[in-house]
Structure formats: structure tokens, C-alpha cells
Nanobody, 117 residues
Framework: VQLQASGGGLVQAGGSLRLSCAAS????????IGWYRQVPGKERELVAT???????NYADSVKGRFTISRDNAKTTVYLQMSRLKPEDTAVYYC????????????WGRGTQVTVSS
């Protein structure tokens, strides 16, 4: 079971970034995959998740700005982040589980996203 996250970086407010999460085949076909984020001193929070059927779940704070998608052929999930705000600054973690509504048991390493004002 492996989740490999990439794509973080530094961007100015209003800019865009795309995160990628490459998942092992067995996880990708059976579970929901998504992104959570965490800032120091706060709990990890949902960003967006997507299941095998394409159903999605977004945090209210990112609706209309972020889009999650999956490429079944590449077993990869993407998070397209647009109109980024300084409050989007966090470490973003890829996560795999059984439902888009709760955290799954599998985590990838985090990738830092920093949005400057």
C-alpha cells in the first residue's frame, strides 16, 4: 500500500497548483482517495475526496476553487487548486479509505503548499 504525493510548492495568492497522488493498484480500485491538509497546531482537515464511481466530497472552504479528479489508467488522483489564498497554506496529505466521508487508514507523505500574500 503506497500513496505518493507530489506537486506542492510556493505560489502567490490567486495562483494555481496541481497536486498528484499516485496510488498502488489495489488501493486505487477499491477505495476512495482524497486530500487532507494540516497546519501546525490544528487538526488535519478534509480538502476533497473522490471514490471509484466519481462521487466527490469537498470542504466548503475550497468549493468552486479546487477540483479533484482521478485517472484510472494511471491510478492517480489529482487536485487542481485555483484562486489560492494564504489560508490554503498547509501540508497536504493524500489519503485512501473506504468512503469519501471519513478519513481512510492509508496515508501518503505530505507535500507543502505555501501561498504568499
Amino acid at each position: 500500500v503506497q500513496l505518493q504525493a507530489s506537486g506542492g510548492g510556493l505560489v502567490q495568492a490567486g495562483g494555481s497548483l496541481r497536486l498528484s497522488c499516485a496510488a498502488s493498484g489495489s488501493i486505487f480500485s477499491l477505495n476512495a482517495i482524497g486530500w487532507y491538509r494540516q497546519v501546525p497546531g490544528k487538526e488535519r482537515e478534509l480538502v476533497a475526496t473522490i471514490n471509484v464511481g466519481g462521487s466527490t466530497n469537498y470542504a466548503d472552504s475550497v468549493k468552486g476553487r479546487f477540483t479533484i479528479s482521478r485517472d484510472n489508467a494511471k491510478t492517480t488522483v489529482y487536485l487542481q487548486m485555483s484562486r489560492l489564498k494564504p489560508e490554503d497554506t498547509a501540508v497536504y496529505y493524500c489519503n485512501a479509505g473506504t468512503t469519501i466521508w471519513t478519513q481512510g487508514r492509508y496515508w501518503g507523505r505530505g507535500t507543502q503548499v505555501t501561498v504568499s500574500s
